[in-house]
């Protein structure tokens, strides 16, 4: 991660690193969707999505370019930088979005204190919890309706009334600005920005989102039961893909032993001096 990329995410929560998937990568990726993808009765704020919503849970079933993309180093160079050099993967999902679905709305924005939702930067170095990173397997340009946020919202220390964020959280108003990336492309930003998306506006193709998500190794959000990979799926990847699904470190683990330093992948953790 370079000065001029910390000099970005720090500003506004966020990071588009180009050239991240090949066409052929962006392609495959499509097609399994396609093939996995189940239409949703309602979208994630409850709305009927009237067959406007889809979703694919759990990519990393269905291997490649999934697998490959738990560890993809343009991605992990930035994630190491702003989480922890020791990540988790916590989920990989697509939803898929058609001409004039309902909006996602927006979320986040308050950096709070909680683990999983921070943000501080200092001495040159950032710390954030829950990071997303998001792939573009086509082309999204301004208007069509894509990634949304507030920038620079991840360092708000105060906090909203369901009225006040109605008004400042409003598509279309001052605040939000919808991010346009190219295909290929992956827009990393930290949870704790605030952050959606618009009604999707183009009819010749619907809006593919491949998600991933990246947490500290020490800190959970998601309930893992159903996110975890199969075993099927943990043979496929490599020694160090395997890593980025150990638990979360915690204070204390079974009867006789204190703590959970040992990981179920990968080596040890080095004994602290002290």
């Not at 309602?42 to 709305?47: C, D, E, H």
């Not at 506006?201 to 989102?209: A, I, N, S």
């Not at 683990?253 to 040992?262: I, L, S």
Request: glycine fraction near 10%; hydrophobic fraction near 35%; aromatic fraction near 12%.
């Amino acid at each position: 991660m370079n000065n001029k990329q910390k000099y970005l995410f720090d500003l506004q929560g966020f990071l588009v690193v180009e050239d991240v998937l090949s066409d052929a990568q962006c392609d495959l990726a499509t097609d399994k969707i396609k093939q996995r993808m189940k239409p949703m009765e309602k979208t994630p704020n409850g709305y009927a999505s009237n067959g406007t919503w889809h979703s694919a849970a759990n990519l990393w079933e269905v291997g490649d370019p999934f697998i490959n993309l738990i560890d993809h180093p343009k991605v992990v160079d930035v994630l190491g930088e702003i989480i922890a050099p020791q990540l988790r993967c916590e989920s990989s999902y697509s939803f898929v979005r058609y001409k004039d679905c309902p909006v996602f709305e927006m979320h986040g924005g308050n950096r709070g204190g909680r683990v999983n939702f921070r943000y501080d930067a200092r001495n040159g170095q950032i710390f954030t919890g829950l990071t997303v990173v998001s792939y573009n397997l086509h082309d999204v340009a301004q208007q069509d309706g894509g990634f949304s946020c507030i920038p620079g919202s991840h360092k708000a220390d105060f906090e909203l009334t369901a009225e006040e964020r109605e008004e400042l959280f409003a598509f279309g108003g001052p605040l939000v600005q919808s991010v346009p990336a190219p295909r290929g492309a992956a827009v990393i930003f930290t949870e704790t920005l605030a952050h959606g998306a618009g009604s999707w506006q183009r009819d010749d193709v619907p809006r593919y989102g491949l998600f991933y998500k990246y947490n500290d190794r020490a800190a959970i959000y998601h309930e893992q039961g159903s996110r975890r990979p199969s075993d099927a799926a943990l043979a496929m990847m490599t020694d160090e893909q395997r890593c980025y699904f150990n638990t979360a470190w915690k204070a204390f683990g079974p009867d006789g032993r204190n703590r959970n330093d040992a990981p179920e992948f990968g080596e040890p953790a080095t004994e602290a001096a002290g």
